[in-house]
T-cell receptor, first 112, second 112 residues
Framework: EPEVTQTPSHQVTQMGQEVILRCVPI?????FYWYRQILGQKVEFLVS????????KSEIFDDQFSVERPDGSNFTLKIRSTKLEDSAMYFC??????????FGPGTRLTVT | SQQGEEDPQALSIQEGENATMNCSYK?????LQWYRQNSGRGLVHLIL?????REKHSGRLRVTLDTSKKSSSLLITASRAADTASYFC????????????FGAGTRLFVKA
């Protein structure tokens, strides 16, 4: 069964460093998402992406964040200058037009 | 309450019993979805109900939606120990940007 994959599974970085989180969505999916989940808290929407552009973004998704689909398979989330409060699980998801989102296993980002 | 708030926050039942979780939301939606998350893992889509639907079934799951009250419920019948997980409702907005808002979740514990 096709699945969304994410790399790395765990990323440790120092405050102020740039990180790129990578996702490979399911191949025939058209809509892509990034979410984050701070430990013990709810899943928070960051951004949705369709047709090579951002469809919608949340208040969390400020100028420090960017997304890209550099080729036909990868979907990346870049955090330009990480802060301690960026420590969280980051989930990628994809869907066709059916709204049922398929989530990846997540990347645990630890900012020290 | 926030968009997509569930209650109860935690629920502990015996195997074989039914589990009911509720979700309330504030804004207009295109659809509402329920997801399951095992500890430290990604989210798994369970069921989607569109704004023009009132009830939907999938196996042991039954979802209702009352758009006049902006609320939904998820019923798991004949629960099993393997149903132990966190359950989240998620609302997809009508804005066209596919913004998906998750609630805080209900932690379900099914005792064998």
């Amino acid at each position: 069964e096709p699945e969304v994959t994410q790399t790395p599974s765990h990323q440790v970085t120092q405050m102020g460093q740039e990180v790129i989180l990578r996702c490979v969505p399911i191949s025939n999916h058209l809509y892509f998402y990034w979410y984050r989940q701070i430990l013990g808290q709810k899943v928070e929407f960051l951004v949705s992406f369709y047709n090579n552009e951002i469809s919608e973004k949340s208040e969390i998704f400020d100028d420090q964040f960017s997304v890209e689909r550099p080729d036909g398979s990868n979907f990346t989330l870049k955090i330009r200058s990480t802060k301690l409060e960026d420590s969280a699980m980051y989930f990628c998801a994809s869907t066709t037009d059916s709204y049922e989102q398929y989530f990846g296993p997540g990347t645990r980002l630890t900012v020290t | 309450s926030q968009q997509g708030e569930e209650d109860p926050q935690a629920l502990s039942i015996q195997e074989g019993e039914n589990a009911t979780m509720n979700c309330s939301y504030k804004t207009s939606i295109n659809n509402l979805q329920w997801y399951r998350q095992n500890s430290g893992r990604g989210l798994v889509h369970l069921i989607l109900i569109r704004s023009n639907e009132r009830e939907k079934h999938s196996g042991r799951l039954r979802v209702t939606l009352d758009t006049s009250k902006k609320s939904s419920s998820l019923l798991i019948t004949a629960s099993r120990a393997a149903d132990t997980a966190s359950y989240f409702c998620a609302t997809v907005s009508n804005t066209g940007g596919f913004k998906t808002i998750f609630g805080a979740g209900t932690r379900l514990f099914v005792k064998a």
